[in-house]
């Protein structure tokens, strides 16, 4: 695999990591987060990452867009039933129901695919438009987050 290609991917998972994580990881006590909870933890996002990297506005401009991008993919793939319903339901009877499993897992795998071109997309715009110290700070950041995240155990 081209290393341009690794890196698009490495940093793109790494965006959804950290904005899909600053969404979703939000407290929620009565169930999913409303669009205006989605909204403002992207804001939060957005100036956080911004103030750590020193975005000017059309980084911070393209960073807005890969969230965008990010929290529609995250959509896409929390579409239809509650995830608990979906799981409850596959092992309702004396079987696991694999024909609806492998269903759930295709119209899964299609949301991936429709739309994470659009998120590649968004993150190598936002990623290539970073200075090279920007850059480095990001990599460092997600060599960080990653060890943080018990990702760096060996």
Known sequence: MKRWI?????????????????????HRPHGPLS???????RGKAVDRISSK???DAAQKAKLAVLADE?????????AGADPKTEMQALIA???FDRARGQALLDQKLGSVKDNGPKV?????????????????KARD??????????????
């Open 35 to 41: 669009d205006a909870q989605i909204t403002e933890w």
């Open 70 to 78: 990010l929290i529609a993919q995250r959509a896409a793939l929390r």
């Open 141 to 154: 950041f997600m060599a960080h987050a990653r060890q943080h995240w018990g990702g760096g155990r060996g």
């Open 53 to 55: 990297l020193d975005l």
């Open 120 to 136: 590649i997309a968004a993150m190598a715009d936002f990623y290539d438009s970073l200075k090279p110290e920007q850059q480095a």
């Open 6 to 26: 690794k890196r698009t991917l490495l940093a793109t998972v790494g965006a959804a990591v950290v904005l899909g994580g600053l969404v979703a990881c939000g």
């Open 93 to 95: 009877g004396p079987q």
